[in-house]
Structure formats: structure tokens, C-alpha cells
T-cell receptor, first 118, second 117 residues
Framework: DGGITQSPKYLFRKEGQNVTLSCEQN?????MYWYRQDPGQGLRLIYY???????QKGDIAEGYSVSREKKESFPLTVTSAQKNPTAFYLC?????????????????FGPGTRLLVL | GENVEQHPSTLSVQEGDSAVIKCTYS??????FPWYKQELGKGPQLIID?????GEKKDQRIAVTLNKTAKHFSLHITETQPEDSAVYFC????????????????FGTGTQLKVEL
């Protein structure tokens, strides 16, 4: 899992509750990402951050929030506004290329957190 | 935005046979195409990737081919083994010319590969 840790492995959410998923990396990567994975579907991007104190919405950001106060950490909060939160959540990170370069950087994934609704 | 289609959704092969998984993409600006292997309950792991300035790349039993004109790329696994059984995802990305870098991957829906003894 390349130096990316996610916790907890399983998380249970009650109706109306906000829960926070942790993602930490010790790879000195600038960019970090959150994906959601549902059965039979590919990974869908929730939020991503290319640098500390900056982040952008992905394709399915509604009902989620993030922060990027430290380079190593990119926590994801699943809010009560997310009506169908049951899924497998994956965090990833990558180094950044030089602006103007065509060089792509590989994304490395953590082991994931499975979120279930009680 | 980018759309990536992946086929087949399931694939069963006999041990020792070859397996081929195909993906098509819609955005002609995409220039990076990784393949990931995901075992049950784990995060995806990169197995091979290809950039748009290359038509083919090989790493032991795994190879990827890219046809930019047709906007499709394929994963080839030769001499399959039981440990190759997993879900495989293709993805496509376009480099973002911004400070700090990073890239947005669009994933296919995955192929469940089963290698039977």
C-alpha cells in the first residue's frame, strides 16, 4: 500500500451523523485524492488536493467535505447530507510534475475504509 | 469530461492461457493510461502504465497497447496464473498544466478476471 494508511478499516454511521475518514501518507507526495467505489462500478473522484491548503471538487463532491492543513494528511468527512454513504472509500496520493511538463505521476492507493450505515 | 468504457466485465481463462481486457476513452486530450489490479477488500495497485508518446509497453507477462487514433488501449496478460485472479481497472488522465501538478484519473468499471486451474 506504498506508505498510505487509512483508518478505520470499517466505519459505521448512524442516520444524521457526520463521520470522518483518515488518510495519511509518508511518501512526501504533494497531491492527494479521495475516491468512492461502489459494487460493479469504477472509482469515482470525490475531492482532490494538489497542494497544502488547496483542494478541488471531483465528480461527486456533494455531501462530502475535506481539509488539507498538512502535506501528510487529507481527511474526508461524510456529512449527513450524503444520503447514500455506504461504499468503499479509497485515498490516493501522487507526486507532482513541473508546470508545463507532460510527465504524469503515478497515483498510489491506500487500503481503503468501508463505510456502512446503521 | 472524460468517459472510459471497459470490456469485458468478467473474464474466465484457464491457467496458462492469455487474457485481454480492452478500454476505450472519449477525450482525445488524455495522455496517460494506467492499469490497476485490485484484490478483494484491498486498495488498487498499479501494475503497468503507458503514456501517449508510446504505442506499447511490456513488463514480464503483462503488456499494454495504445491506439491513439482509435482511442483505445488494452491490457494483455500471458501465461496466466491463479494469483492473477482479481479485478482489473483501466484509467485515463489528462495532464493539468497547473503548479503543484497531480492528475485526475477517470476509471473504467472494472473486469473480474478468474484464472481457473
Amino acid at each position: 500500500d506504498g506508505g498510505i494508511t487509512q483508518s478505520p478499516k470499517y466505519l459505521f454511521r448512524k442516520e444524521g451523523q457526520n463521520v470522518t475518514l483518515s488518510c495519511e501518507q509518508n511518501l512526501n507526495h504533494d497531491a492527494m485524492y479521495w475516491y468512492r467505489q461502489d459494487p460493479g462500478q469504477g472509482l469515482r473522484l470525490i475531492y482532490y488536493s494538489q497542494i497544502v491548503n488547496d483542494f478541488q471538487k471531483g465528480d461527486i463532491a456533494e455531501g462530502y467535505s475535506v481539509s488539507r492543513e498538512k502535506k501528510e494528511s487529507f481527511p474526508l468527512t461524510v456529512t449527513s447530507a450524503q444520503k447514500n454513504p455506504t461504499a468503499f472509500y479509497l485515498c490516493a496520493s501522487s507526486t507532482s510534475g513541473t508546470s508545463g511538463s507532460e510527465y504524469q505521476e503515478t497515483q498510489y492507493f491506500g487500503p481503503g475504509t468501508r463505510l456502512l450505515v446503521l | 469530461g472524460e468517459n472510459v468504457e471497459q470490456h469485458p466485465s468478467t473474464l474466465s481463462v484457464q491457467e496458462g492461457d492469455s487474457a485481454v481486457i480492452k478500454c476505450t476513452y472519449s477525450d482525445s486530450a488524455s495522455n496517460y493510461f494506467p492499469w490497476y489490479k485490485q484484490e478483494l477488500g484491498k486498495g488498487p495497485q498499479l501494475i503497468i502504465d503507458i503514456r501517449s508518446n508510446v504505442g506499447e509497453k511490456k513488463d514480464q507477462r503483462i503488456a499494454v497497447t495504445l491506439n491513439k487514433t482509435a482511442k483505445h488501449f488494452s491490457l494483455h496478460i500471458t501465461e496466466t496464473q491463479p494469483e492473477d485472479s482479481a479485478v482489473y481497472f483501466c484509467a485515463a488522465a489528462t495532464w493539468a498544466y497547473v503548479a503543484g501538478g497531480g492528475n485526475k484519473l477517470t476509471f473504467g468499471t472494472g473486469t473480474q478476471l478468474k484464472v481457473e486451474l
